[in-house]
């Protein structure tokens, strides 16, 4: 069975920081590039964050830059993604999702294959 699987997610205070994992079961996600999405309660699945398979070249949507930080551990087979001083309109459900080294490097849902199901990030007091 080939999946990728998101942990981490929780309840955090604004300015509060959080690492959310994703993990490949039967599929070596240094051979992919990987996407982190998130949906808020009444939005749109939206793009965070990419990282390439080839040169680990990484690609934030504006709105969290500066803040959040995508990167791999290959040994592991993980990519991670920091979030640090968080906001409540960073609350979602987050997924990460794997695709195919022939799309170019972005945040198009349409690029990417293995979707997981989703952890909950909640920002409040």
């Known amino acids: 069975q080939v999946q990728v699987v998101e942990s981490g997610g929780g309840l955090v205070q604004p300015g509060n920081s959080l690492r959310l994992a994703c993990a490949g079961i039967g599929l070596r996600l240094d051979n992919y590039k990987i996407g982190w999405f998130r949906q808020a309660p009444g939005k749109e699945r939206e793009g965070v964050s990419a990282?390439?398979?080839?040169?680990?070249?990484?690609v934030y949507t504006d709105s969290v830059k500066g803040r959040f930080t995508i990167s791999r551990d290959n040994a592991e087979n993980t990519v991670y993604l920091q979030m640090g001083n968080l906001k409540p309109e960073d609350t979602a459900v987050y997924y990460c999702?794997?695709?195919?080294?022939?799309?170019?490097?972005?945040?198009?849902?349409?690029?990417?294959?293995?979707w997981g199901q989703g952890t909950q990030v909640t920002v409040s007091s």
């Open positions: 990282i390439s398979e080839s040169d680990n070249s990484t």
């Open positions: 999702a794997a695709g195919p080294w022939y799309h170019a490097l972005g945040l198009d849902q349409g690029a990417y294959d293995y």
